[in-house]
């Protein structure tokens, strides 16, 4: 337990390779300065307790859950989080997978799942198995049961980097879309009208 | 982009095309009266702007299921453009018509009809004004793409153009003509979600991300009747908060109280956030709930309002009589959590007399009338615009986040968002009913199905909005609903049958659920007629086609069965015949239509269900490995969203059923985070193979809940055809099937089940590695150079006398005891060794090129033999124990190669060694290596040297270890001698003993002590945490040699410091050889586990699943995560002989680690109680210390430390 002090304190960070500064208590929850200070929609809090992954992002490349980790663990290191993915408009190669596979009902979870999937995907060396598939998303939760939509979507960008797509392990998606072979990135939509309905 | 106009202004603006309807509510079952009252209005369900824009209004939200892209593609059909030219507003208060809650699944069957009327009507209309225009008649012209054109004369004019200069108020002609669905273009076909880009990158608005300029925080605290709404307490509890108690947080605005409801308004989150943890609450006792454990007793004595009786047909109390065999049946169903991933949240802004709140609400409108009831208000004055938030398939607190967000801005007159949490959603949230189902009836002689007499009973769900409950606007009085009732009318033909429903008031606080009351009865109907088929000796999917009564459910379950490849049953095979060791296997069939709204409701899809499971019969564990289901919605709007649909409903339902129930303490739910109520994760998910019904000349049906109704009783007959007993009460979790199994004498009375014990031991075959056996697999590390490959020669250059020693050699170190598997060529390696961190796989000896070691020098393999490192580079699993080959004489190691080589080359590739939690974790074996290699370092130099002195003046002076890590006397003053360094108390916390009294699986090395001292972390042992935590950083200014002096002089005390009695006592410290002490200090883990007579498999119930669901997921090894991932098995304080570290850490969490490179860990103080950490740890203890003595009195040393958390 400890009883970390109140004092607020001018924070520096780095999000999405933009440098911000702000005022607040280093040791409070990493998530709310980026869902706050930084305005930030793509980590969302879902439990607080790193249980579900839906806060991910990516410090230094690597995933972490930004509930469960105070201000200050952000100092000095560069976040990424689901906004930072895509550059120039493009989408992420794995953005992309997920789109193409539809991988989301509400899409509550989508945030963890593509940045718990992008952060596995780089320090991955050789192509996984189906096990090593489901066990890299095994500590993210979704309640609407996408999980199928998703393995297709995680395949999709494991084939992706790993193309020698004969294995067992890059069987094709069930899923049956057309957009499956697709390998152009959809530019982003600025203001989109299906922003919410 | 244009702003979306809402009604007032659309009524009163200029360029438009408006159709009308006057609106027309349906009833909920939970709405006040208030709320019907207000005389009906006009509604604008389509709008065509004279700039082209076609915006589209529905009453019902997208609840995450993707409703948007198939109402677009409706309405674009009809109007003959494409969906993306057609903007969908759905529910807002002020914009969309009042259609009453999103529930039911019935958008598309019923709320999306007047749309599409709309639709037709405008289109028909712009015929009309371009026929006017042109002089011809309408049906000389066609509509395309948002154009009306003449074909003969090719003239063509826009929408827009049509509407320009006009404003139009069309009414929607209910028989407009509708487009053939034979034309259809749109609808039927497969439409990608709009939604999901805008997902996928952070740029989409849910109700969470709503920010408003001068936006203030806010947080909520309940009070501790968490989920009940019924009783005089509710309301009525508050005696009083102190202020005080957070008067140390800057930044509170406000702390608003009325009646039981507090908010806290603050200027930051996590202001607020921490305010609502620390403010001091003082409530009255709380009464009892009934035992709602034993739900099938507290439905029972709950009291029944009203029996209505829907079905009486035949007679049936002589029917009962007449039987050839009676089955009288109870089904009990539990409590379910809706357990949106994201707690509800809510902005509210009320200025100037005008409310607006933006919602994630499920019935925008039915919110307004509570919102207005709450602030005693016209609801005229409130407008709720919706967003999307997280899915939630049924109620969850979406609309009580809105009453608590109104009560804040009003108290502050500045728009506040609430976010509820975690813990707040998991308790509050109005939960899915439970449920009773009590069967009787039976069979007559040829078997038919002859008599049923099913009643069900229901506690409802109204669940009145908290604030308004809270804050005593509303009485807290239980009012029973008829919901019970989905479903409950069985499919097959009964030659009697009476169907009742027990209406009855709520236990605890709940609402409609995914397959509201129609899962539950399925679960009885279809669990019963699976009975009858077997009691009637005849196939189940056989006997439900003779005895049902739809046409369409026959076909739908027959290709559903042809699909599965169903194996007709004659009832010659014994359940539990398919078997391979404690595993069985089986297959069950259900099916239903879910029949939604109030008796006798309408039909939505119809859904059939076959479930494969496989069932340890000693755990209990049932694993779904498939499902496939059968469904059949006519006329599929948008057959992609169907089927994502029918897939989220699998996966949902399945999880429900193998591991969802609410637990409850005396006075409230107990759950509150996903530990104790945990969901299926990507490991435990079933191949799904889905066959939807091509039916489009059939009219849409919901397809949202029907493919979860079967689901229970699926898997329950799948469980009975594997082990030949009935399971009636979900969730068939693994201590549930194996109470069952017991109780019919399918299994033993076990206290738990026992380990398999077909494959080899670690005990077993480390008896085996006396002698020379080679490494097992290679692991990447960057430290060691690869060796060149070479190629062997085709003739040996070895002499056969060479050769013959070696096969000695060979022989004398039992390498193929290892390195051939059971069954398998010899040396070709393949054997699955089990160690306690997994399974090894042995590699391949033989001198094959590609697979075995024929490309290795004798370099190359002597430094395997030796070092461990394979000829790559890469270190080997520390199975092999090369350490203790480093004393083969070269010669000796010369004849073992050269017999090795001689011997013929096989090609074998062999299982990839994937060790599990946690020891496949790469830097946990550079680590372990690096124990080996160090140890042989300091051999060479084992007396006091100058840095064993260096080391010694730093602990003991400078670094005043002791004060921490020896025991005290009553004096208080450090005990010394043996007691040195024998582990001591600080701060609440244990600073264990750093001599040789350690409790420890694996001796703490040189290496290990220098990288906890210099990182404050060692993957064997765990990170420095509390107090040890700061020692640590404070120790990053001194030099690394300093370091490796204290960790050298440590690792080397006992041989110094303690005396020969406490050496005795562990085998690790044994001071000579080096080599021998390592492979002891390795062999304790194994030796000390399998010779404990009192140990016993893990735990393998809700403990397990709390430890998979809150503590695995971060306990495990993921190099592509932040900080460490502590291994549990060898973390020091699981093997302590006291709980309080552990305890301290699981509370409190580390917020503050040595260095930040470690990560942090959540505190799970507020998020678990007593028990329920209590639990965590017992099975924690069973699972990585089975062979200590379990940890005492653990609730009570929880307590303590809760009340006393130190101040580290
Ligand atoms: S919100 Fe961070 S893991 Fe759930
Ligand atoms: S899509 Fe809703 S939680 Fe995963």
Redesign the interface.
Known sequence: MNPTATQTREITLTVNRQVITIQADPNSPLLFALRNDCQLNGPKYGCGLGECGACSILIDGKTARSCSIPLKAAIGRQITTLEGLSQNGQLHPVQQAFVDAQGAQCGYCLNGMIITTTAWLDHLTERPSEADIRNALKANLCRCGTHLEILDAVRLAVANKFPEADSAATRQPQTNQPQQDQTSTNPLEENSPWNRF | ?EPILNRAELMAADNVLLLLRPSNPPLSPAQKASADQRPPEQEVFLAIHGDGRIIALNGHV?????I?TALAQIVAEELYVQPKDV????GDTDKAPNQGATIASATIQITAVPLRKAAATARQFLLEQAAARWQCQPDQLITRDGRVGNPTTQQSLSYGELVQGQAIHLQVDEHAALKPVDEYQIVGK?A???????????????V??V?IPGML?GRVIRPPYAGRDGGEFIGNSLLGIDRDSIA???GIITVEVIGDFIGIVAE????A??AARELKVDWKPSPDLPDINDLENAIRNNPTDKTRTLVDEGNIEQALQETHKRLTRTYVWPYHM??????S?AVADIRNDQVLVWSGTQNPHILRADLAFLLNIDENRIEIIR?????C?GRNCADDVCGDAVLLSRAVGHPVRV?L??EQEHLWEPKGAGQLMEVDGGIAADGRPYAYDFTTSYPSNGAPMLALLLTGVVEAIPAALEMGDRTSIPPYQFDHMRIRVEDMAPMVRAAWMRGVSAMPNTFAHESYIDELAAEAGEDPVAYRLKYLQDERAKELLQNTATRANWQPRTGSEAPGSNRTGNIVKGRGVAYARYIHSKFPGFGAAWAAWIADVEVDQDSGEVNVTRVTVGHDAGLMINP?GV??QV??????ST?RVLKEEVTFNEIAVADK???SYP?????E?PE?DVLLAEKPEEPPMGAGESASVPSAAAIANAIYDATGVRMRQPPFTPERVRNALEEAGVRPKLQQPTSNSRKPGWKSWLGGLSAATLGTLAM?SPWRAAIPEITQPLTSPYSAATIARGAEVFAAGDCAVCHTAEGGIRNAGGRPLETPFGTVYSTNLTPDPQTGIGKWSFTAFDRAMRQGISRDGKHLYPVFPYTAYQNISDGDMQALYAYIMSQPAVSQNNPKT?LGFPFGMRPLMAGWNTLFQSNTRWQTNPTQTAQWNRGAYLVNGLGHCGACHSPRNLMGAEKTGIAFLAGGEVDGWEAPALNGSSRIPLNWTEPDLYDYLRTGYSEQHGPAAGPMAAVVEEMQQLPDADIQAIAHYLANLDEAAASPSTRSTAPQTTAAPVAATTTAALAAVPATANSSTTMTNPLNDASARMFE??C???H?T??????VNPNLAVNSNVHSDKADNLI?TI???I??PAT?EL??????AN?MNNGQIANLLRYMRSKFASDKPAWQQLEQTIAHIRAN????
């Open positions: 982009m997208d609840l995450g299921t993707g948007g903007q969908m507003i759905l497969s990608a979600r709009k939604d999901i880009p805008a997902k996928a990158t952070g740029q989409f608005e849910y969470h991300d920010r925080h140390h947080i800057p930051r989150e996590e202001q956030d921490r809706h357990g949106s991933i994201g707690p949240c967003h999307q938030a997280a899915g398939y976010q949490t975690r992609d089927k994502h897939h989220g409903n699998i996966v949902q999880s985070e996903w530990g969901i299926l994760t990507f490991p998910l799904v990447v994937e669901s809150a695995a997921g971060c495990e993921r190099p592509d995560w932040f900080g301290r509370l409190f969490g917020q503050n930040s990560g942090y860990m959540p505190g799970f998020s958390p130190g101040s580290h």
